[in-house]
Every structure is written in C-alpha cells, then in structure tokens.
C-alpha cells in the first residue's frame, strides 16, 4: 500500500478521560472487532490496568478505513496513560504523525492533557483536539473549547464533539483524521531505521517488538542490530495486529507493525532504541533515545523471611514483562534479606508491588520510597546512593545534590492558597501562576523529588479536595543541604529507619518519626530508647517504658486451654516483629516511618 | 462442675450422677481432694447438695484427710447451710468476695456488699471445721490504693487462711470491657494494676502469708491442695458441662452447650468437646508454664531439659535472670513476683 493512504496516530488524554473507550469504538466502527466480540476495553489486557482505568503497555493496531471510496491503513498506537511513563508515550507519538488529544467535556483540560499536548507538540504532530462524553448532561463543550484554545493554544472551532460511549462523532473524527493528518515521510529506499517504541514479553514466541519502520524496510530472515545496545538479532517474522497478528513480507518505511526476532529477554531491548539492519547499518540512529533509569527506590522485604526465595523468582517473572524496574539484593539488619528496588515513578513501584502481593501472593515491607543523590566527597569523588545506609560518614561529603521536578498543576482557582502552601512547604520554588480560564489556574514549580515521593499527591488530592491535576517531569540535580538522619533503638542504629532529609526539616522529621516509634513499639522486658540522630547529635528522644504486666490471673483446669491460646495469639503477635538488639521492633514500625509526616 | 438456673437444676444434677458411671475413673479410686465449684453450688439446697457429694463418694470414696472444697458465694452462705455442706464433708469454703468496698462491688455487679461479706466470711470462722478461702480482685474500676488497703484490711480482721488475689483479666467478653472503652480513666494503668500488685505481696507476707502461686497466698500450710494438682500437672477428673480433665499426658473437655450436655448423658455417652494427648515436648511446656508460676520453682533437671528443647524459652530466661525477675537457688529455678507480673513474656516461648 501506498503510504498516502496511511495514517499513523495516537490518542492521548488525562486518565479517565474516555482514551480506551473511544479506541474500543474506533476497533468497533471499522470493523476490526465486531461490536458482539468487544471485551470492554479490548487495549488494556492486564487486570490490574481495567481496575485502575490506566494503560500500562502500549499497543499498536492497524485498521481499514474508507474515505470517498479510497481505501487508508489507519494505525492506533496506545500510549501508557501516566506520568512515571512519560518517556514512553514520547516515544509512542514519535512513531505516529498526528494525534487525537481527548478532554473531558465536564472535566476540562487537565495537568495531564497538558503534559501529553507538549509531548505531541514536541514530535511535531498534528493535534486534533476531541471533546468527549458530549452525552453526560454536565457536558460544557464550548468551556472546555475554549480552555483547550487559552491553556494549550489549539484552535477552539476545530475541537471535534464526541461521545465515545454512544459513537456520535467517531465517523467524523476519523474522516477528519485521514484528511488533516499527515501521511508518513520516509525513504523506502534508505538503510533501514526503525523506532523500537514498545516492547513486551510473549512466553511463546519471545520479545515482541513494536516499531515503527522510519526509512528502508524489514524481512524475516534478516540479521537486525540495535544501535544504542549494539545487540544483534535475526528476525523470525513482521508483521501488524489488526487487532489479532498478521504475519506481512515485510514491514516498510512509514509503516507500523510488529516484529519477532531471536530476541529472549525484555532487558535486551531499549524502548527508543533505532533497530538497522546488521550487515548494512544507517550511518546515524533516530533521535530521542534517552536510557531511561529508575528515579524512585525503595527497600522490598518479605514479611516471613523464608519467602525470599519466592520474591527473589517474583521480581524476576515480573522483570520479563517491564524492563523498567531493577532490583538488586540487599539486607537490613532489622529486615533481614530483601531487595532494593528502583521504578520510573510512585505509580510504577505501587503497580509492581502490588502486582507481587496480588499475582504471587507474598506478603512484603517497603520500606520509605527515596530518590538517588549525588554526592561529591571530599577527595573528589562523585558517589551515587540509593539508599540512605550507603551515604558516606559526614567528614567524608563534599555535597549533596538531589533530583528536581517540573511539576505542573492544574486546578480550580479556590484551591490555589492551600497547593501553594504545600508546594513551598516541601521546597518548591514557583516557576508559574497563571489564570487560563475563569476560575482555573496553572501552576508550575520546581520540586525535589523526594520531597514529592512520599505522599504529595494525597496531601495535593486533599488540599485541592480532588480538583487538582497533577503531572511532572524530571529536571536536573540541585544541589541542597541534605543531611543523614538516623533512628538509634538502644543506642544501636536501624539501617532499614535511616532516611537523607533536608537540614532544615531533620528536627521535625526526626520528631515525628520517634513519636511514632514510640505508639507502635510495644512495652517488653526492657525499657526502650529511641533516638533520632544527626551524626551524633541527638535531635530527639522518647522512651517506651519498661513492661510491667503480662501475666495469667488464673490458671486453673479449663483456664490453662484458654490460656494456652492466648498465648499462642501472642506468639503470633511476636513473629511480625524483627529484633533489633534485645528490643523487637514491629514490622508496623517500618511502614509507619513510610507514612511520617513529609512536611 | 457447673450448675445453672434454679428451675432445670434436677435434671442437671441427675446428669451429674449419670456422667459420674460414663467417667474414666476406676470405680472406688479413693479421691484426694474434691472441689465443688465453678458456678455456684451455694445456690443448691443444703439436702441436694449433701445428695450430690454422697452420689460421687460413694462411687469414689474420699480418702482420709481429703481436702473437699465448696465455692460460695457469700449472700448464700447461711447457719443452715453451713451445717450441710459440714456434713457432707466440706472441709474448705472458697468465697468469691472480690472487694470489700460497696463502690467496687456495684462495678463488678456483684449481689453482695460488703457486710454481706463480712458477715458470711465470720459465720466460716465460726465453725473450726471449715478452712475459709477470700478471693480479692485488682484492677476494679475505681479501685485505688487507699481502697485496696482498706480491703486488705478488712480481710486481714476475717483471718482467712488462704487468700486468692486476681489482677482483672479482659480476654474473656465482658461487660467491663465495653466500659472500659468507655471510660478508659476509671480503670487501673499498668503501671498502678503492677503497683497494686506487689503492694498486696508486700501486706500478706508481712502477715505471715506465703505467696505460693501468682494468684494465691496461704498461711499455716493451708494451701489449696486441689488446685495444686493442676500445677503439679496430676491427674484431675471432671464433672459437667465445659469440666476439663487431665490425667498423664492426656486432656479433655466436655461439652459446653448444656443441652448437648444434657443429651449426650441421657444417651449413657461421655458428653466429650474434645479429648487430645499432648507431646512429650507439649507435657514439658506445661509443667514449666505451671511449675514456674509456682514460688517452689522448677527443678535443675526439668529446666536443663526445657533449654534444650525451647531455645526461645532458655534466651528469655536468661534475661529474666539477668534483670533479677527470676533467681536460681541450688539450681532450682524459680520467678520473683515482679517476674510473676511479666511471666507471659517467658511463657510465650513454650507455646
């Protein structure tokens, strides 16, 4: 097929903003799927996706569609639907030409609509701005044009009014498509260069790798190379799903589809990677590959110990399907054997964890998610830790830096006091404030990440009382007046309770983190100190005093059975917790310190 | 053994004497000790009763200079029916008089005040054949100090020879319970429950008392003799609904819905919950659980053998010793009361 009659697009949107259904609607109109055999939601396969209304992995589809009697390849290509995977939506609109932006028409434009505008913008795609769930009776189409013109600067006449749910407009919307969005550029006769944009694990046939072929073509049988990893491979087969796979010749220029090479393990392919041909290599790669690393780690441990060899396979299973999660063991000593492991954002570590308590049913501790700082010591050296126990002694440290974040907000203009609050609360400094609709405001601020990994987007979901939308990207390394705060039980430091926090905030966080401390620890033989410490100044202190009572009043013929059970409840009790010296510190501890007080 | 309402209490003690055939105790085993109780069988017509205690003896005959116990409740303790439990053989009267504060009393819903009390527990002192057991109670709502010392002084005037002192439980459903939710300040802390304990430690050894078990004091060897069977770990038989029964390494327990009870004996069955042997391992436990809430302590022998079985069990007993809660003394091993207090800290590495 000619490549004027294809068209390549996405269809971006904040979350809940009616992506999937109206590329379940778009399957349904040009009869790829049959309105009897749609699965809801046919794009989003995994549960755990349905259930929280966010696509995880993107997919590509290709559908017929007629115009005036021309027969046009249209190419659906899904894009993760979060911030923590923002990257890879970048590189899914870089495979496509144009793209469908949906807003809500009772919600608006939002921080995330934004965000994947920018995107789209970015990759130079044409936008065609979509209105949905025109049906809702709360529907204000012509105030949510209007913010779609003043917040991203798209014409408001072209917006098109859409319900995905009943399919009015969805003809129009891809008759439109076909005639604004441009036809694939390319050379077919060029060396090849395709984008790798996705990628999956098929425990059948392999990685299954979705690309979108830039100049050149290609075959089953050829020897393909990577040019970011330099790993070569040979292909097995082309092909585009439609929605079910169709093997194809070859997969060309301006063409979207899949391929299977001998390729075993997801980690062996980059999302962004340029694939070429072995033996006749393009002389450059495509732009935009960024190695995509994790920003955000945390400690995984199991609760029973003995499960470690259960999580140790889990994370590996799970590692097959996201490439984008690493781990690597690590031990505490009040924890025990586990894993630290690093995720692309807050969303990820908590799909992955619960993916591991869900699908392999292990019960685990995480510890308090951190971020990775930079640190210079003294003789020069640059340090990179992930884990607070890994920090060099205070004598040693030149300076720390930390990870920023560009965060934009998005909300109704009464919860502008309390979001500024916060924001300045956890060391931001505002970058923008801007009125773009009556009664909506922009904000822009730089932001630590940790600061934000904890528990901002509850305090901003509360703040806001739900109207704030939130999204960021990650900025550079700053550098800040961090510092080490230790949790001493007994005098004995607790590696798995250390945390790095700004000088500024230690008192009260080391405050906070000992208060707590000292509701959960229960009274036992000793009494218990707890401490929390900078170097070795000690910025706060509590004690848990001395038990004085645990005893059986009666013990006498049926009470001795009883008894005997109530003590058995208290063994229980007993094996969550982890020794620390002689005190043993409930596993309730460790994720109490999780939920501390961040501001 | 249990008794229940007034009304169903012939069908009842008709089941006693039928499940006394079904028991599995050798016809004519001479009894060392018999204890009437759990419930209240001062409730029980004096003629009844005396009915009841010649229907087991004359299957199982007392031995000479067996300690025969009745629980009593102290508004049912009258000249009349003192003259029949005597008769019957009671050599022991067990009252549970809680507190003698009127206040404390009304919180635990009790019938009785305190000149009830004090009256039931002379009319016991009159009669030279009866030993008088006081059951005392810490941690009442509203209890404090002061009023503790005035109870123990009452009780000390009544000259008791055995005296049982219970800290407040809450494992069991309770209507103190909820009020205890309710109003939290109205009962004792840890702290002050603790205090009031070794207080009344310190009050009856002075008095010549000796604090034999965790809960129970004794003076001119009037130790409760049957109760010493359970911590000695030897064998006990039972009657009634939810009785329990050991004997070697074996335990059971009847049922506890008195209907289920009551058929099961009508069918000539033994109206069993349940019935287990324990684990050598299991036996060990216990003995060390009860022997260690003994002032007599444990043997070398048996502790050598519970740290060599119980890991947990030795590491915790060596902290024990170390903060002085438990001694050793010619390798007998045994628990201070401040050690009594913490005691399910050791035990809870037996179970």
């Not at chain 2, 309402?5 to 000790?33: C, V």
Request: one cysteine or more; hydrophobic letters at 40%.
């Amino acid at each position: 097929m000619n490549n004027d009659r294809i068209r390549n697009f996405s269809i971006i949107a904040h979350i809940d903003h009616g992506k999937s259904t109206l590329a379940d609607r778009i399957l349904e109109l040009t009869g790829a799927v049959s309105a009897r055999d749609m699965k809801e939601q046919l794009l989003d396969d995994m549960d755990l996706e349905r259930e929280r209304g966010i696509t995880i992995k993107a997919h590509a589809v290709s559908l017929p569609w007629t115009v005036d009697g021309e027969e046009y390849r249209l190419n659906l290509i899904d894009t993760p639907g979060h911030v923590d995977f923002s990257y890879e939506v970048s590189r899914s609109l870089a495979a496509c030409e144009g793209a469908l932006l949906v807003v809500d028409a009772t919600q608006g434009v939002e921080a995330q609509t934004l965000a994947n505008a920018y995107l789209a913008l970015e990759n130079d795609l044409e936008i065609i701005p979509v209105i949905n769930k025109i049906d809702l009776p709360s529907a204000e189409p012509e105030r949510v044009a209007e913010q779609i013109e003043q917040v991203i600067g798209l014409p408001a006449e072209e917006a098109l009014l859409v319900s995905a749910k009943t399919g009015e407009g969805v003809r129009e919307l891809l008759d439109l498509l076909v005639e604004k969005v441009p036809p694939p550029a390319g050379d077919p006769g060029a060396p090849l260069r395709a984008l790798l944009f996705d990628a999956w694990y098929d425990s059948y046939r392999g990685v299954c790798c979705l690309v979108r072929v830039v100049d050149g073509r290609v075959k089953p049988k050829q020897a393909i190379r990577f040019m970011a990893t330099g790993a070569s491979f040979d292909v097995e087969e082309v092909g585009r799903f439609s929605p079910k796979p169709e093997p194809l010749d070859a997969l060309e220029a301006g063409q979207v589809g899949y391929v299977f090479a001998t390729i075993k393990e997801l980690h062996q392919t980059r999302v962004g990677d340029t694939i070429t041909l072995d033996r006749e290599p393009a002389v450059a790669p495509l732009e935009g590959f960024q190695d995509i690393k994790p920003v955000v780690f945390a400690g995984l441990y199991p609760v029973d110990s003995a499960d470690y060899g259960d999580l140790r396979d889990a994370l590996d299973k799970l590692r097959l399907n996201d490439a984008s999660f690493t781990f690597e063991p690590d031990t505490s000593q009040a924890l025990g054997f586990g894993f630290r492991c690093g995720y692309l954002g807050l969303l990820h570590m908590e799909i992955i964890q619960q993916r591991l308590e869900r699908e392999f049913n292990l019960d685990l501790i995480t510890t308090a998610p951190g971020v990775r700082y930079r640190v210079i010591t003294t003789a020069g050296e640059t340090v990179w830790v992930e884990n607070p126990k890994d920090l060099p002694g205070p004598g040693e440290i030149d300076s720390i830096a930390e990870p920023m974040i560009d965060a934009t907000i998005l909300t109704k203009d009464e919860a502008v006091g309390p979001i500024l609050k916060l924001c300045e609360e956890r060391r931001g400094v505002q970058k923008r404030l801007e009125y773009v609709g009556p009664q909506r405001v922009l904000i822009e601020y730089r932001l630590p990440l940790a600061e934000v990994v904890l528990d901002f987007y509850d305090k901003l979901k509360s703040v806001s009382r739900g109207y704030a939308s939130f999204d960021y990207q990650i900025a550079a390394y700053e550098p800040g007046d961090l510092v080490k705060l230790d949790i001493l039980v007994n005098g004995e430091p607790v590696d798995a309770l250390s945390i790095i926090v700004h000088q500024e905030k230690a008192y009260e966080r080391g405050q906070s983190v000992v208060s707590t401390l000292k509701r959960v620890i229960p009274r036992q033989l000793y009494e218990v100190v707890i401490q929390a410490a900078v170097g070795k100044r000690v910025i706060s202190r509590a004690v848990v005093k001395a038990l004085r009572k645990n005893v059986l009043a009666k013990c006498y013929g049926g009470d001795i059975t009883r008894k005997k059970k109530l003590l058995e409840k208290q063994k229980a009790g007993k094996k969550r917790m982890k020794k620390v010296g002689r005190i043993e510190v409930p596993q309730e501890a460790f994720l109490a310190v999780l939920k501390v007080e961040g501001s | 053994m249990v008794t229940t309402q007034t009304q169903s209490m012939g069908r009842y003690l008709q089941a006693l004497e039928a499940e006394l055939e079904l028991i599995d105790l050798e016809p004519g085993t001479a009894l060392e000790t018999l204890y009437l109780g759990g419930g209240t069988p001062s409730l029980l017509p004096g003629l009844d009763f005396q009915r009841l205690v010649r229907s087991i003896t004359r299957r199982f005959p007392l031995a000479t200079g067996a300690e025969v116990t009745a629980e009593a409740n102290p508004e049912d303790v009258t000249p009349e029916r003192l003259d029949a439990w005597i008769e019957a053989g009671v050599t022991r009267i067990s009252m549970g008089v809680q507190s003698f504060d009127d206040a404390e009393l009304r919180a635990l819903d009790r019938r009785h005040d305190r000149r009830t009390a004090c009256r039931a527990a002379a009319l016991v002192r009159k009669r030279s054949e009866l030993e008088l057991n006081l059951d005392l109670m810490l941690g009442i709502p509203g209890q404090d100090r002061t009023s503790l010392q005035t109870s123990l002084s009452v009780l000390l005037d009544l000259a008791p020879a055995h005296v049982s002192v219970y800290l407040l439980e809450m494992d069991k459903p309770h209507r103190l319970r909820a009020l205890k939710r309710r109003y939290p300040e109205r009962f004792a802390g840890e702290e002050d429950s603790a205090g009031m304990y070794l207080e009344v430690h310190e009050i009856l050894t002075g008095r010549g008392f000796e604090h034999y078990e965790v809960s129970n004091f004794a003076r001119g060897g009037s130790r409760a003799r049957h109760n010493l069977r359970y911590w000695h770990c030897r064998p006990v038989h039972a009657l009634g609904v939810a009785a329990h029964g050991a004997e070697g390494r074996r335990r059971w327990a009847n049922l506890e819905n008195i209907p289920a009870y009551l058929e099961a004996v009508d069918e000539r069955i033994r109206p069993l919950a349940w019935a287990t042997v324990l684990s050598s391992r299991e036996c060990l436990a216990e003995e060390l659980l009860m022997g260690l809430r003994l002032e007599e302590g444990v043997s070398p022998a048996r502790i050598a053998e519970g740290r060599s079985l119980f890991p947990d069990f030795s590491r915790r007993l060596d902290e024990f010793l170390d903060l002085g809660l438990a001694v050793e003394k010619n390798g007998r091993c045994r628990l201070e009361p401040r050690g009594w207090l913490v005691s399910n800290e050791l035990f809870v590495t037996l179970v």
